[in-house]
């Protein structure tokens, strides 16, 4: 069975990211023999960067995959000119596998924003998402401030079960960075266990 290997941020990410992986495969792609390897987890773009050749060699070394789909957060920049910046420097690695970048502006939880209205009603709410949801510096404050007074928002608790309640196209209408992560997998599945392909 071929799979995508995910490398991404932290704890959250590593529960959330094979459960949106999966929903794309699936329930957009139809395609029900792909899976999803248990996460890498880099912790930043930066720390990534420095250990680069490792995470692509242990990546390649999963049994059955396919492809590596980076996801990782870009707080400020330009998602598109980092994005090239690091598929160049994976360039340079030669690797094995066919790798897809994808940065969330500003944040995982941002995509949560662009499809609020599937996401709130299972919190008891009635929310409209932002004018322009990527703008927004802190998806994570104005998550806890809007679906848990009093509480706070918790990555590992709630990013998973949240991520099962997108609305892929409203989501990728209202943000550039979720439009970019269906393309990439859908990328991988078709360029699957071709070393040097590297998008974008």
Same mark, same amino acid.
């Given at each position: ?6 490398? +991404? ?7 959330? +990211? ?8 699936? =329930? !957009?792609? !139809? ?36 492809? +590596? ?9 330009? /998602?598109?000119?980092?994005?090239? &910046? ?14 897809? *970048? ?13 499809? *609020? ?8 709410? =009635?929310?409209? /998402?932002?004018? =322009? ?12 401030? !809007?679906?848990? /007074? ?22 990728? &209408?209202?943000? !550039? ?22 998008? /974008?």
């Amino acid at each position: 069975m071929p799979k995508i290997v995910p490398i +991404v941020e932290g704890d959250g990410d590593a529960k959330a +990211v094979p459960v949106l992986i999966r929903r794309v495969l699936h =329930d !957009r792609l !139809r395609l029900y023999d792909w899976e999803v390897t248990h996460p890498k987890k880099a912790h930043s773009l930066p720390t990534l960067r420095k250990k680069l050749a490792n995470y692509l060699r242990y990546a390649a070394m999963e049994d059955e995959a396919q492809g +590596v789909l980076i996801l990782l957060d870009l707080d400020d920049g330009c /998602p598109k000119e980092e994005a090239q &910046r690091l598929a160049a420097e994976i360039r340079s690695q030669a690797a094995r596998l066919p790798v897809a *970048i994808v940065l969330a502006h500003r944040e995982y939880e941002a995509w949560f924003l662009a499809s *609020i209205e599937t996401i709130a009603p299972q919190y008891g709410e =009635d929310l409209t /998402p932002p004018a =322009d949801v990527e703008s927004v510096r802190d998806a994570k404050g104005w998550l806890s401030r !809007r679906l848990f /007074p009093g509480g706070r928002y918790k990555e590992t608790a709630h990013q998973p079960s949240m991520t099962t309640e997108i609305d892929f196209d409203l989501a990728a &209408r209202r943000s !550039r960075s979720f439009s970019r992560f269906l393309h990439a997998v859908e990328l991988l599945t078709q360029h699957a266990g071709q070393g040097g392909f590297v998008s /974008p």
